[in-house]
């Protein structure tokens, strides 16, 4: 067997197969969604055959990277193999094409509904059949495909090479369950084209039953207008297909200007009856006239069916049946006669069905209710009809009254042919008027692209009335030529084809919106594609929206989510790097207190100084970028602001950039903190100049107020639920290269730069500040057209305070007393306490909480303030406060952190902490704040 495996891995590797790693994700490359909806759409569309199953298998094969894969469709007890897909050439057919279920794998997974995954099938017990082994087969998973917890299918994928499938359970399954709803929904749709060519049938099959009838059939509405009518009443009125339709009856029939007297619709529509009438034509040919009145789903009367039956040779066989009744022994219908008791006094021999039928004989009384058609007739002296069952046949049988005489002579007539014609047809409207009035789509007819009829469903999609529709081309439903003919196309294509065509589109409703429909279409002859088209609609706007809502929601929680965990990553860098920083100024500034003037150390130091500044402007970028920047909050004017700033940026440009500047009068303040406002436009404007590079180009700064909804703050980067209101802003525009949307994609992460050399952090801190400040930010750019940022911030109804300048230089100050020193770095507190002690106080230090409040239970009358460190093990700097001020409630302390002092003291607020310093402090910096405090 191991041989055996060397050959198979050594024939795969021949051929190229690589197989995956077992831990690399099924999806990855891959867009999940996209597959899926291959997969249902291609088993969806029909009844699938060897082909789609195929298509699909090797769809499924490329995306889970099996090796070879089956698909066994369940049938009672067994399965039968539809298609299989190996990367073997020759080898598209394995194993035996039918098994039982129960048996093997796939014969487990049918009966259990379960998945069933093998990593090694040598050591299976489960796999009963040595097919596979024999093919090299080393892993196996078999899913089953449910419906209703029902197996009615199974997917199996294999490898030759030793492979965990269990592993991608979850992706396996999903795939399992797509195909599966394909499969039903293909069942579904093979039903619906069932059923809508039964629909077709029995449209084609109600309009030649009505054409062949001989009797005329008109639809009419209140007015007399004939709505609906077949070839005979065509034919009565001597007009062509279609030419009756919208005449009034009796114009079209009788010629008159007004309603016939007696008229059986206009009775039948006054009375809600059924009403009968007999007619003769100008041609001398008899027609009996019936109409029963149509009421709506609310029982309102809208019109009446009117049949008419021929009844001129009726009439003549009567007289032939009444000159027969001469010979009534020879007369082959019926005849009979009844007195006006109701006794019958004669009956020829063909009339022994209907006595059998009556359950008399001559000599004795007909039934009840024919003696009441027999007295009837006598009374009104007219002729009077009824159709009576013999058997499994039917008789119309009329009763003429002879008054003089005192008896009726009733003769009867074989009506059974025409009675199952009627019936038919009455069952067949049935079924169709069920079948539209179910069906939870929108049907409809089409004739060269005009709407015969339609449903009350794609009336209400549309919005239009069906009354509307009909007779109307479909243009008016689509919002350009364009996309009408290409619709027009496709169908036309797909439907020459296969008879049926399938196509997704977009519908303007009559109130103007627009709506996703798709609309699949079926020809009534597939010979005469000119005779006509039946098409469904279904309207899925929701689907698509929800869909797309989707896709826009997850990238909305992908960005935010890593914004936020570089923004937590880059505070956390920052936070540590000052706190070396931390020593490494201080021991720089304790070395040039001690250096003479003339000491040559002093350059050497002063590097040291400058490139740790440097160090702590880049700890300051990365903290803005992570949104924790902000320090003093002021009552801002944005105009004076970078008014102040000009010198400092024409000296930051390139000498090929122009400066050009435009302010909006008026602006109101807006809440912000002038030096990180002030880093933002320096960040701005150096991206601005090197946009330039060596050529020359103009870079403008403007201002101004304007209103935003949340449409247009929806569209900004940082769009956080931003408040409608007014905002300021100013832009920065420059002429230089531009840039595209997968720059503008990529340009505010940290660390990204399209220079050759740099940090790449100076957008990615305006990122920070402006989520910071509450703001909004917009970037408009294009190769080879520039470049605009443009930031907004909340304005403030309040007016703007002047701006702070540099604070001067502190005096020679000495202080007295004890300072407890508490830091868990010991290159601070070393550095820290001999800054302290160069003051002239006493130094006492301590590296946690827990060693600060000792050392301060037993100090606590001499010390003079605490210099308290924020983030210590043990016991933190909130925790250590607490127990000071409750040792010694006025006791000064002094909070020093690598955060800011927004993100540090929000802790501590109205908890009479006595100030803040951020690391990293230079002996200056902590000269003043000790002053500042213990002066107070």
Known sequence: ??????????????????????????????????????????????LPTEEVFASTLEEVSRITRAELSVLYLVDGREMRLRAAKSNRPGEDQVGTTVKRVGECLCGLAAQSRQPVYSADLHDDPRCTLSECRQAGV??????????????????????FEKRDFAKHASALESIASQIATGLDNARLHEQLRH???????????????????AELVAYQDLEHRILWANRAAEQFAGLGPGELVGRRCYEAWQG??????GCPVASAIETGQSRQAEITSSEGKVWFLTANPVRDSQGRIIGAVETGMNITQRRQAERQIEELARFPSENPNPVLRVDKDGLITYANEASKPLLETWRCDVGRPVPADVRLLVTGSLKVGA????????????????????????WVNVYGLDITERSRAEEALRRNEATLRTVFRAAPMGIGLVSNRIFGWTNDEVSRMTGYARADLDGQSARMLYETQEEFERVGREKYEQTRKSGVGTVETRWRRRDGRVIDVLVSSSVIDPADLSAGTVFTAVDITDQKRAAEERVNLEAQVQQAQKLESLGVLAGGIAHDFNNLLTGILGNADLAMMDLAPTSPARPSI??????????????????AYSGKGRFVIELLDVNELIREMTHLLEISVSKKAILKYHFADGLPAVEADATQIRQVVMN?????SE??????????????????????????LLDERLPEGPYVYFEVADTGVGMGSETIERIFDPFFTTKFTGRGLGLAAVLGIVRGHRGALKVYSEPGKGTTFKMLLPAVDLPAEPLRGEADAPHAWRGAGTILLVDDEETIRTVAKRMVARLGFEVLTAADGKECIEIFHANADRVVCVLLDLTMPRMDGEETFRELRRIRPEVRVILSSGYNEQDAINRFAGKGLAGFIQKPYQARALTAKLREVLEE
């Open 684 to 688: 701005l404007i150096t991206n601005a």
């Open 383 to 406: 002729r009077r009809e009824a159709e009576i069952r013999c058997g499994d046949r039917v008789l119309a049988v009329a009763f003429a009254p002879i008054v003089d005489s005192g």
């Open 138 to 159: 080393r892993s196996f998973a078999a899913l089953p495909l449910l419906n209703q917890n029902r197996a009615i299918g199974v997917l199996g994928l294999a490898s």
């Open 1 to 46: 067997m191991p041989d055996r495996d060397r050959s198979e891995r050594t024939r795969r590797r021949d051929a190229g197969a690589q197989p995956p790693p077992a831990d690399e994700p099924l999806w990855q490359g891959t867009d999940e969604l996209a597959f899926l909806s291959r997969v249902s759409r291609q088993l969806s569309l029909s």
């Open 256 to 261: 008159r200007a007004d309603t016939c007297e």
């Open 691 to 716: 946009a330039l590079g060596e050529v020359s180009g103009v870079i403008s700064i403007s201002t101004g107020v304007m209103e935003c909804d949340h449409a247009y703050l929806h569209n900004a």
């Open 195 to 213: 059923s809508e060519e039964a629909l077709r049938a029995s449209e084609a099959e109600k309009a030649a039953i009505l054409d062949s009838l």
């Open 606 to 623: 002063e590097q040291i100084q400058t490139a740790s500044h440097r160090a702590a402007d880049l700890c300051r970028q990365m903290l």
